[in-house]
């Protein structure tokens, strides 16, 4: 009699070791509660602008319901190389540079597998976004953090980053402004990085998906620093700061073999993205940058009362220069980070992540969207204050 069938002995050694999203983990308990007010979801508040949801329209009213180039339309490509000199500086031929991805995530899973062989280190900073580790485990790489600290505005060092170097080391993955504290890059700081980089013969994978949402001093691109276009992996997309999380489009430019070598893995995964996602972008890197400018001025106002209050509260917070997450230390309570959150759920209905959901180093801190209204952040900061005075 054959033996009983167990799923669980096929599922692959580094997916079954792969823990889940301590996101999602904890926006399951939020579904259960009800009249909860949310800092927690990382998306824009903002519905997509009218003129890119009409683009969406009218290209589906034409017909447009094809396959494109596995690189993606043409003319998005053109108007992306176009968009990434005049921002970045960094110059990317839209023939053969540059390939639309279904969002960044995508991007960044197919430049991972494109550049991986088994064993090697990739490093990152932390905290960050929860899929940079568990993306570079699936591709059978090694993840590296480097911890990144409250005093230092976020910001990762150039010694750090050498001092967790070592002969296996092949690439150094960068997210500035950074998901979940809000970090920026200053350009001295870059270059010294920069150096790093090229002394020990790294890669770079650099997401700069928060760059529009900088809203203190220069962004600047890695890419653009001497000797770097060359050795660097730029990722970039639409979500954030043009409200299109729901489209699902980003890309990534770089040197012709590496954007061959991730379309190879594209073309036989997504093939390509959204032909209708793809014409909205097209519209929104045509005409979008003043509703950026305007969402980002909602943003600013809104980062400036959380941090107010976070910090009025003893909540010691300092000021992100860039995204829509605010970072607040909890340690003075001396909860940890998940049980503050859970308490703070459960107590006034507030949901914001633990911060240890982003790695070790960001246990002690709460990651707080402000991508919501005023009066939503204001009555959840009410709620926490109250939430505090019990403790």
Same mark, same amino acid.
């Given at each position: 009699m054959a033996a009983p069938f167990q799923p669980q002995q096929y599922i692959a050694r580094h997916v079954r070791d792969i823990p889940r999203s301590g996101i999602r983990e904890f926006f399951d308990l939020v579904q259960s509660q009800s009249d909860v007010i949310s800092l927690g979801v990382g998306e824009p508040d903002f519905v997509t602008p009218w003129h890119i949801r009409e683009a969406a329209i009218y290209a589906l009213e034409r017909g447009k319901t094809s396959y494109t180039s596995n690189l993606g339309l043409l003319k998005l490509r053109e108007a992306i190389s176009v968009h990434v000199e005049k921002h970045f500086g960094v110059p990317y031929s839209p023939k053969s540079q540059i390939i639309i991805t279904v969002g960044v995530s995508e991007a960044l899973d197919i430049a991972l597998r494109a550049v991986i062989n088994p064993g090697d280190e990739m490093l990152y900073h932390e $905290?960050?976004?929860?899929?940079?580790a568990p993306s570079i485990t699936l591709a059978h790489?090694?993840?590296?953090p480097v911890s990144c600290r409250a005093e230092n505005g976020f910001a990762v060092t150039a010694e750090a980053i050498e001092a967790a170097i %070592? $002969? =296996?080391s092949k690439a150094l993955v960068l997210n500035f402004p950074t998901n $979940? %504290?809000?970090? %920026?890059?200053?350009?001295?700081e870059l270059l010294k990085i920069a150096e790093v980089v090229l002394r020990h013969n790294l890669l770079v994978i650099t997401d700069e998906i928060y760059s529009e949402l900088t809203f203190e001093g220069e962004h600047v691109s890695i890419a653009s620093l001497p000797g770097m276009r060359e050795r660097t992996i730029f990722l970039h997309g639409f979500s954030k700061a043009y409200a299109m999380t729901g489209f699902r489009i980003g890309y990534a430019c770089g040197p012709v073999e590496l954007i061959e070598a991730m379309m190879r893995i594209h073309q036989y995964s997504m093939l390509c993205a959204s032909i209708i996602s793809q014409e909205a972008a097209f519209e929104a890197i045509q005409r979008g940058e003043p509703d950026t400018i305007e969402m980002r001025e909602h943003? =600013? *106002?809104r980062r400036n009362f959380i941090v107010n209050a976070f910090n009025r509260l003893g909540l010691k917070c300092h000021l992100p220069r860039g995204s829509f997450y605010a970072f607040p230390s909890i340690q003075s309570t001396g909860l940890s980070s998940?049980?503050? *959150?859970?308490?703070l759920l459960e107590a006034e209905r507030v949901a914001c992540v633990p911060g240890s959901a982003f790695g070790a180093s960001g246990e002690g801190y709460l990651r707080c969207c402000f991508a919501t209204s005023l009066e939503q952040i204001? %009555? *959840?900061t009410e709620r926490i204050e109250r939430f505090i005075g019990r403790l």
């Open positions: $905290p960050c976004y929860v899929s940079y790489g090694v993840a590296v %070592t $002969p =296996r $979940p %504290t809000g970090g %920026t890059m200053m350009r001295t943003y =600013r *106002a998940k049980e503050f *959150a859970v308490k204001q %009555t *959840a």
